[in-house]
């Protein structure tokens, strides 16, 4: 899965003021254990323990981290069999959608990488290893599914569920165009913000912004609070009815949502979203751990 990615974004600037260093060379790598014939070098378990120091992670000890490149060649050879992998291409674009999280091009968080003495490929084989694992605990392990009585009896034991309620909005989204292939991202931002600043209520305003040159006003769209991840929430929470979110950069462009409506629903809440999510990383966590203990009973591992 890729929580350890997300969690690289905000401080990559922070790693580079406190761990230095170049990426070694290869030259000076050790076997030190096959996996049905796979080698796993000092070299990879350093690289790993460097990567682990960049996303925030305590360090794991070099007999901990050989254990969990062993685990990574096993998710990606068991994914592999059952015909589940990312070639060069997907794997770049993942790699993209991190560094564009962090407000960097691909080219800017490998340099930051390689100032920490990571590689791009080290963080780019754990980023295909926790994606195709995933298809794969999901595709071997149907049965994760987490049913509206798990959840109501979460919410009981954490207090009743007399008091639920959860908000539904309507909103607009309003798309700047960038052209594909077009480096005009920064000059749309500045035209979002300044429509942003300007945009006091939605009859006026959604007029407004279907006349302007290259900007797409789509059909509304309702969506409840307790379908969201927390930090979407509470961004909705805080733009008042009549205005703007702040403008985000997506593939078609410069992205910003009008809120329109707020409407209170009684019976729902966002605590079902996150218990419901508890309770699914629970479970893949426990099958994940399950399949991986059968593969290593069948793997040949050789320690040298």
């Not at 406190?18 to 030259?27: C, N, R």
């Not at 694992?133 to 569920?161: C, E």
């Not at 913000?193 to 007029?207: D, V, Y």
């Not at 805080?238 to 462009?253: A, D, F, M, Y």
């Amino acid at each position: 899965m890729l929580t350890s990615a997300r969690r690289l974004l905000p401080i990559l600037g922070l790693a580079l003021a406190l761990f230095g260093g170049g990426v070694a060379p290869a030259a000076a790598q050790q076997l030190l254990v096959l996996v049905n014939g796979q080698p796993i070098t000092s070299f990879d378990v350093a690289q790993r323990q460097k990567l682990h120091q960049i996303i925030g992670d305590k360090p794991p000890g070099a007999k901990e981290t050989l254990e969990e490149l062993i685990d990574q060649h096993l998710k990606v050879s068991a994914a592999s069999r059952i015909g589940i992998s990312i070639d060069d291409e997907e794997l770049d674009k993942l790699f993209s959608n991190v560094a564009e999280r962090s407000g960097r091009t691909p080219a800017q968080l490998e340099a930051i990488l390689n100032q920490q003495g990571v590689t791009a490929q080290t963080f780019k084989n754990k980023l295909r290893a926790d994606n195709v694992w995933q298809q794969y605990v999901r595709a071997r392990s149907p049965a994760i599914n987490i049913r509206d009585t798990d959840v109501l009896a979460a919410l009981n034991a954490k207090g009743g569920t007399d008091q639920l309620v959860a908000t539904e909005y309507t909103l607009y989204p309003i798309i700047f165009v960038v052209p594909r292939g077009s480096n005009a991202y920064q000059a749309r931002l500045s035209e979002a913000n300044a429509f942003r600043s300007k945009f006091t209520n939605c009859e006026s305003g959604l007029q407004s912004a279907k006349g302007m040159r290259e900007v797409v006003v789509r059909s509304p769209v309702r969506r409840m609070s307790s379908e969201m991840p927390a930090a979407l929430r509470q961004l909705l929470d805080k733009t008042e009815v009549g205005r703007l979110t702040p403008p985000e950069v997506t593939q078609s462009g410069v992205e910003i949502f009008a809120v329109c409506d707020k409407v209170q629903v009684k019976g729902e809440s966002a605590q079902k979203r996150d218990i419901k999510d508890q309770l699914a990383t629970t479970q893949f966590q426990a099958e994940s751990k399950k399949l991986l203990a059968d593969l290593r009973k069948s793997a040949l591992i050789v320690y040298r």
